[in-house]
């Protein structure tokens, strides 16, 4: 009797499973399943990469300028930005930060280009008025720093009137300069490394036939502010300002490091030309006697 059961128990059980198919049709839902919640996975990630990527690509030229004004606090403006990242143009703006009311912009639009080169960024930028033709700076990220090296054209590498300082604010705006502003240098790299600039190279800015209304004269004089490295103190840099002519005498030395500009230097009326240069000398800096004591940080 016993046996009688367990016989008509398989026969009973294993006809009704192979009838219906019951386990094949389950373990093929579960597949099913899998490749269908898969291959969602795959689109919403193609998707996301997709929009991450057209982002990069169309990224708004408004988006550089925010980096812009950040990283000058405000002193620098890039209006009425049009195009992308990538490629776009901009008026520039001086202004004395932020809720300052001056400002002052150059004539026309400067133009970028920014592109891939090795393992950094090549950036390059067109101003009719003030650049010399096409200048590059190239900006290579490293471990903890990032390298920005200008790769200036033959000759000099932009040119403003100093009138463009009045944007800046006190005391710029209160001298009124006229005159021009040169930079030249024949190679300049500056590396930020962990909150420290690091200059290699030399740059000039020669402040050429300079004049003020706060004075009666028609030209105070051309003056050269120089920054260089300095080999012995790789974190500081060097900065010295030389009279080249002019009524108006100005001097001094002083350094750009971590603890940020520190210069000192002097100003001084030529021979016969005091009354002429004492309402700028009161400006200027602190006065001691003929002399006005120049003094950042």
């Known amino acids: 009797m016993i046996r009688l059961r367990r016989k008509r128990g398989r026969g009973l059980f294993a006809p009704t499973v192979a009838a219906t198919g019951w386990g094949e049709s389950t373990l093929a839902e579960i597949s099913w399943d899998k490749s269908r919640g ?20 169309f990224a708004p030229a408004a988006w550089l ?4 004004a950040a990283a000058t606090q405000q002193r620098m403006l890039l209006s009425d930005a049009r ?25 026309g639009r400067l133009a970028w280009a920014l592109r891939p080169k090795g393992l950094g960024l090549e950036l390059r930028m067109e101003q009719a008025c003030c650049l010399n033709g096409s200048v590059a700076l190239r900006v290579q990220p490293g471990f903890g720093r990032t390298t920005y090296t200008l790769l200036p054209p033959a000759g000099w590498v932009a040119q403003w009137p100093t009138a463009l300082l009045g944007g800046l604010g006190t005391p710029w705006n209160t001298m009124q300069l006229g005159g021009s502003l ?6 300049l790299k500056i590396e930020s490394v962990q909150g420290r600039w690091v200059v290699d190279g030399k740059a000039d800015v020669d402040l050429v036939d300079v004049s003020s209304r706060l004075s009666t004269l028609d030209s105070l004089g051309s003056y050269r502010m120089s920054l260089s490295g300095d080999a012995a103190n790789p974190g500081i840099s060097l900065l010295s300002l030389i009279t080249q002519d002019g009524a108006l005498k100005l001097s001094g030395n002083g350094t750009w490091g971590p603890a940020g500009v520190r210069f000192r230097g002097e100003a001084r009326a030529g021979s016969g030309e005091e009354a002429a240069l004492s309402n ?9 006697g003929a002399r006005s004591v120049i003094s950042i940080g």
């Open 38 to 57: 898969a291959g969602l996975r795959w689109g919403i990630g193609g998707a996301v990469l997709g929009g991450l990527a057209a982002l990069a690509v």
């Open 65 to 68: 300028c925010s980096a812009i």
């Open 83 to 107: 195009g992308t990242v990538w490629s776009g143009s901009a008026v520039v703006v001086l202004t004395g930060g932020e809720g300052s009311r001056d400002a002052s912009s150059l004539p």
């Open 280 to 288: 700028l000398l009161n400006i200027i800096g602190r006065r001691e």
């Open 182 to 187: 040169r930079l030249a240098s024949s190679g």
